[in-house]
Every structure is written in structure tokens, then in C-alpha cells.
């Protein structure tokens, strides 16, 4: 079992900036691909960004490309996700998600462990 909690998230102007966290409990963390989700209102959970145990190897969808980082720290069992440039189209519910498969899963259903999501609001 993993345990995965979000935080950071709120409220910031378009153009600003906000880093999440997620703290990761239970087992083998750094074993683990780890991804961030988000979910806007009236939408399906979309991929944002992916990083697989090895921290250098990572994958993000395009609409997030440039402008955010995905980022872990195994010894602190942390996986972060650096938001720049946000736009009003990023305002979601984003969530962390753990995978135990290989290659640069992006699929809700290929994840083991979700967070419980934190709220990311950005005003135009």
C-alpha cells in the first residue's frame, strides 16, 4: 500500500506561479512511476506529467509542456510539480498517482494509488 497526500494548491493570477507536493507513505516509493493528474469541472481526470523512479526521465502532455516540471525526491519520498506561466485553463483539481509499470504511463487505469486532490484555481 502506498499513502499519497497533496498540498499546495489555491488561488494565484494568471501568469503566476505554484508548486505541489505530494507526500508519499507505505511501500517502496522510489520504486514507483509517479504521475500527476487534474480534473476540471464537467471534464475527465486528464495526464499532466509523469516521472519514472530514475528522476531524470520524465513525459508531459503537451498542454503543459514548457511551462511545468515534474520533479521527485526519493530520499523524502516527495514527488513535486513546479507550475509556471499558469493559465485560467489550468484551474483543476490535481491529483498525485503512483504506478508500478514500466515506460511513461498516462492513463488513469494504469495507476495503483491515488491522492485525494488538491484544489488549483487560477483567475484570469
Known amino acids: 500500500q502506498v499513502q499519497l497526500v497533496e498540498s499546495g494548491g489555491g488561488l494565484v493570477q494568471a501568469g503566476g506561479s505554484l508548486r505541489l507536493s505530494c507526500a508519499a507513505s507505505?511501500?517502496?516509493?522510489?520504486?514507483?512511476?509517479m504521475g500527476w493528474f487534474r480534473q476540471a469541472p464537467g471534464k475527465e481526470r486528464e495526464f499532466v506529467a509523469v516521472v519514472k523512479w530514475i528522476a531524470t526521465i520524465t513525459y508531459y502532455a503537451d498542454s503543459v509542456k514548457g511551462r511545468f516540471t515534474i520533479s521527485r525526491d526519493n530520499a523524502k519520498n516527495t514527488l513535486y510539480l513546479q507550475m509556471n506561466s499558469l493559465k485560467p485553463e489550468d484551474t483543476a483539481v490535481y491529483y498525485c498517482?503512483?504506478?508500478?509499470?514500466?515506460?511513461?504511463?498516462?492513463?488513469?487505469?494504469?495507476?495503483?494509488?491515488w491522492g485525494q486532490g488538491i484544489q488549483v484555481t487560477v483567475s484570469s
Open positions: 507505505g511501500r517502496a516509493f522510489s520504486s514507483y512511476s
Open positions: 498517482a503512483a504506478s508500478a509499470l514500466s515506460g511513461y504511463p498516462s492513463r488513469t487505469y494504469q495507476y495503483d494509488y
